[in-house]
């Protein structure tokens, strides 16, 4: 057995420990959105707060966006082709950039506050902790954009990639949780 | 290698058109006063689509024979 053989299969076995602890982390998170999830429905129960629907709408789709060229770069990294890889990525943190200025500029620049009781308190703690983690993918993103252009990965070594994508999808995922909950669910109380 | 990253786009292209639609029912459900179990069915949908397909949650318990 060659070196490079040896040294591509104890990547190989670090890879598996990597996926596993990635997902741990996944799974120790999801009891933090869980909880703010469940006090949304605690809280709000089968009542919601007057947000723009459209901007909601908007924001959603512009992250669902994200994650398809997210997953577009990924591809693209796995078979080395580095030009669409980059632009893809780079694609991807602008969408995210124009979901957290949807976020923080114009749904936070609407009527409620957090100090607005229940509505204040439960809208600002879903999309702040939300938000906070689209912001750390942004900057995630861009570690690896960077990475990429100093030609960092191949198609047989780019965890940074998959790992950088991996947690962008996590984002997404916890948004098509949080979207129906803080935008459709419930009536607005008159 | 060509076959198989086409593959990959259209498979990309076709879950994402999959997670769009659904989100534009869930948007119309709820336009119709749709019910809360009907809303958090089609999230877990979209969910697993993103869990299985664009986070390849199967990794996991491959061997690391493809990478």
């Known amino acids: 057995m060659s070196v490079a053989t040896t040294a591509l299969s104890q990547y190989r076995a670090q890879l598996r420990s990597n996926r596993l602890g990635l997902w741990l982390f996944f799974v120790s998170e999801a009891f933090l959105f869980a909880g703010l999830l469940i006090t949304r429905f605690y809280l709000w129960g089968g009542t919601r707060p007057d947000l723009d629907q459209q901007l909601g709408l908007i924001i959603t789709s512009i992250l669902l966006l994200s994650s398809f060229f997210m997953y577009v770069a990924e591809v693209a990294a796995e078979h080395e082709k580095r030009k669409t890889f980059l632009i893809s990525l780079i694609m991807t943190a602008i969408l995210g950039t124009a979901f957290l200025v949807g976020v923080v500029v114009f749904e936070w620049g609407g009527q409620i506050r957090p100090w607005d009781g229940a509505y204040g308190a439960v809208l600002y703690g879903m999309t702040g902790m939300h938000a906070l983690h689209v912001a750390t993918g942004i900057v995630f993103i861009l570690i690896v954009w960077y990475n990429g252009r100093k030609g960092r990965y191949t198609s047989k070594r780019h965890w940074g990639v998959e790992a950088c994508a991996i947690y962008w999808h996590y984002v997404d995922v916890v948004w098509v949780f949080f979207y129906p909950a803080i935008y459709l669910i419930g009536t607005v109380p008159p | ?67």
Do not use: C, P
């Open chain 2, 1 to 67: 290698m060509n076959d198989k990253k086409r593959a990959a786009y259209r498979m990309g292209v076709i879950v994402f058109l999959i997670l769009a639609v659904l989100t534009a029912v869930e948007f119309y459900l709820a336009s119709i006063s749709g019910t809360v179990a009907g809303l958090f069915i089609l999230a877990l949908i979209k969910a697993a689509l993103i869990i299985r397909y664009f986070m390849h949650v199967n990794r996991l318990w491959a061997d690391g024979s493809r990478e």
